[in-house]
């Protein structure tokens, strides 16, 4: 009697524990089991995006589907992944020593998972198998770590400016010929102005809507504010100037008007430049399925950034995203296989023509652009995004201060409400991220 | 056989153990593990995948001499720590009185002030994100009814973490059930010889209903005050790319803890971190319990 209660015990001690492992598996265990029979044989590899959409998921699988049809060695299966999670997810399976094959990661970190060996060197694949000359040079550059790559670029994007051409002919502007400069652009933005009493009907436009003061002192200098031997350079004149620009914008509408503007923008109903309330927007060029979808009837244009002054260049912004391999990944030679079919002008011009994105791959953006799927707005949109690219800067965070903006930001808002003058702003961000700097050597 | 008979006793506390059992395992590997781990590697430069070297007290010595963003996001914490645990406990006791009062319709009153502890998360951050809209946001509009020009709320640096507290506040219900059960405990002799004597319903409240409840405010301090040092989500997800801005004012303590770990791989410092925060919090939870025996009343207690 007492022997069976106490193995009864045992036995519901242990029920009880097992139970609780049972928490550990993964929903997708079945599945898994259900492909089993088909993938003998082949390598699994396992690829994580955070595209999981109902636009792109079935982008990014019909993407992965042609690649298993293609070829009887690799089997890819995608896990989507919440944008939040994906990275500290990966993270931490690349510290328990089994990582994903594939994941898609942010190109300006790439560099510094390459330092911390979170991502595979990638330079023994392509001293066989060179793709670097695939992509813009400027994502390429972004992936290298000590002059080798970390990352192979997937897709990107850059800021252009988007105008009403209806609101230019109705204030006597020629719609054909956007504003070229700083100059041009403050004041077609007051000539597209419309006010009633004191508050407008319509504004001409607000440089600090869809871009960061940061965009506008790229545009300026031309150049990032770490110099090749990652000297910091942001206490200048010339930004103190631009600085001082950006805000007369926030003096002339009043705190008031911006404010409301900007929660029409954030709420992403009834944005003002579909309603032609707002002339002139700089946004990524994805910002026209938002009219494509929206505003059917909206006769607008786009062009480059306007630049600082004649012949300063229209330097515009970009970032994007790197398909990497893990480090410690189990098939290396799978994943890159998969990395540069995904990367390869088939793939990357249906995932451009599909999203309307921009991407990585030069051939494919050129033949993207070229396009019968697109509208004929859509047509002019991307080019100008392709065009564009040649004015795009990335902004890769350096090694040696890879937190630096969290140095100049507080200060910039402290500047924008008023709290500091441009000058105190910038030596400010001057002395803490060069202290910063200092600190991390 | 040299098998000796186990006693009753010593049996019964071997079932006990192996009932317990799931937990001492579960505790040793997640969390006494990660504790002792975290100590350990908070002494090195740990980044997760490729380096832990032992560097001394170097992350230390960093954080309180060269870092002015650890100050800054301590401020930060102690300053909501400071106002939200007087002002969300008051607030809760105040509106646990209220809805202990017998009048028809008082459950549909209960529910509807314990329902924001129900929602919980994202969806009410954003929410309210929408409401403290300066230029469209509810509440400026309700305070314009008076004639009041609302503040900038999460844009004005110094109105977010007042922002937040006002959050806060609206979520109460969850304390506001414990003081409510607790208060129904009283019992009514008390109120009732009290009476006898003349006192008024102040005099009840203060003399009475406060001391019989102090077991339960203590319990809610205690457990605010650890929770309102990890504040995270709220300025995470209020605050323009979860960076703590405008000028910093929201760059909590948890905030930059994760920034470090995450997004600059400097887990070892982000270790060292945790561990001061974990004696700060250690202390103050010491000096509560402390202080606990001069206000805190139990039934029963031998006096």
């Known amino acids: 009697m007492n022997k069976t209660r106490s193995f009864i015990f045992v036995l519901a001690a242990l029920v009880l524990f097992l139970s609780g492992c049972a928490g550990f598996q993964t929903s997708s265990n079945n599945e898994e089991a259900n492909k089993e029979e088909n993938t003998e044989g082949k390598t699994v590899i396992d690829f994580w995006t955070f595209w999981g959409s109902e636009i792109r998921r079935p982008i990014i699988e019909k993407m992965i589907a042609d690649f298993n049809e293609s070829q009887d060695e690799i089997e890819v299966k995608h896990t989507y992944l919440p944008f939040g999670d994906i990275w500290t997810k990966e993270l931490a399976a690349i510290a328990a020593g089994d990582p994903p094959d594939v994941v898609i990661n942010d190109i300006n970190a790439t560099a510094l998972r390459g330092q911390k060996e979170q991502a595979m060197n990638l330079s023994q694949f392509l001293e066989q198998d060179d793709i670097s000359n695939r992509f813009y040079p400027e994502l390429w550059d972004a992936t290298l770590y000590e002059g080798d790559s970390y990352g192979v670029p997937f897709n990107t994007d850059t800021r252009v400016l988007f105008y009403n051409k209806d609101a230019f002919e109705e204030v006597g502007l020629d719609p054909e010929n956007p504003p070229t400069t700083w100059a041009e652009l403050e004041e077609y933005a007051a000539k597209l102005d419309k006010k009633s009493g004191d508050n407008y009907d319509r504004i001409g436009f607000y440089p600090l809507w869809g871009v960061g003061y940061d965009v506008w002192l790229l545009n300026a200098n031309g150049q990032n504010y770490f110099d090749e031997q990652n000297n910091f350079q942001i206490d200048t004149a010339k930004n103190e100037e631009v600085l001082n620009w950006l805000k007369s914008f926030k003096d002339r509408y009043g705190e008031d008007v911006i404010n409301s503007y ?67 990944a189990k098939n290396p030679e799978a994943s890159w296989e998969f990395i540069k079919y995904l990367t390869d002008v088939e793939a990357q011009t249906y995932w451009a023509v599909q999203n309307f994105d921009n991407v990585a791959n030069i051939e494919a953006a050129e033949s993207a652009a070229e396009s019968t799927e697109f509208t004929e707005d859509g047509t002019m949109v991307y080019q100008k995004a392709v065009e564009n690219m040649e004015h795009t800067l990335l902004t890769p965070v350096p090694v040696i201060a890879p937190d630096f903006s969290s140095f100049i930001n507080p200060n910039m808002d402290e500047f924008f409400l008023g709290s500091m003058t441009a000058k105190e702003a910038l030596e400010k961000s001057q002395t803490d991220v060069e202290n910063l700097i200092k600190k991390n050597q | 056989m040299g098998k000796k008979r186990l006693t009753m006793r010593r049996k019964e506390s071997i079932y006990g153990y192996i009932f317990v059992l799931p937990w001492i395992i579960g505790f040793l590997a997640f969390t006494a593990g990660p504790l002792v781990f975290s100590f350990a590697a908070s002494f090195t430069n ?40 007087p002002l969300t406990t008051l607030g809760a006791i105040f509106l646990s009185a209220l809805l202990n009062q017998d009048i028809p ?22 929410l309210w994100m929408q409401l403290l809209d300066p230029g469209t946001g509810m509440v400026n509009l309700v305070l314009s009814w008076f004639g009041i020009d609302g503040p900038n709320w999460l844009f004005d640096p110094d109105w977010t973490k007042p922002s937040l507290i006002f959050m806060k506040l609206w979520s109460v219900g969850g304390s506001m059930l414990l003081y409510l059960a607790s208060m129904q405990g009283v019992s009514k002799n008390l109120y009732e010889a009290a009476e006898i004597d003349g006192a008024n319903t102040w005099r009840k409240f203060f003399h009475i209903t406060i001391p019989m409840i102090t077991p339960v405010i203590f319990f809610d301090v205690v457990t605010s005050l650890i929770g309102g040092f990890q504040i995270f989500q709220e300025a995470y997800v209020m605050s323009n790319n979860g960076e703590g801005g405008p000028a910093n004012s ?28 974990f004696v700060i919090v250690f202390f103050l939870t010491i000096i509560n319990l402390k202080l606990a025996p001069r206000w805190v009343h139990y039934e029963g207690e031998e006096k």
């Open chain 1, 262 to 328: 900007q929660a029409q923008i954030d709420s992403q109903q009834g944005h003002p430049f579909f309603s032609g309330d707002l002339a002139m927007i700089v946004q990524q060029p994805t910002f026209y399925t938002q009219i494509r979808d929206y505003a059917q009837d909206l006769n607008f244009g786009v062009v480059e950034l306007p630049e600082y002054e004649e012949g300063n260049g229209h330097t515009s912004w970009g970032g994007g995203f790197v398909a990497e391999i893990p480090a410690g």
């Open chain 2, 46 to 85: 740990y980044n997760i995948t490729s380096q832990m070297d032992f560097v001394g007290g170097e992350n230390y010595q960093g954080l309180f001499t060269e870092d002015s963003l650890f100050w800054t996001s301590l401020w930060n914490t102690l300053y909501f720590v400071a106002f939200s645990v």
């Open chain 2, 105 to 126: 319709g008082i459950r549909f009153f209960r529910t509807l002030y314990y329902l924001p502890a129900v929602l919980s998360g994202v969806g009410v951050y954003m």
């Open chain 2, 250 to 277: 929201l760059l909590f303590y948890n905030l930059y803890m994760w920034k470090q770990a995450f997004t600059n791989f400097n887990m070892g410092y982000a270790m060292a971190m945790s561990w001061i925060l």
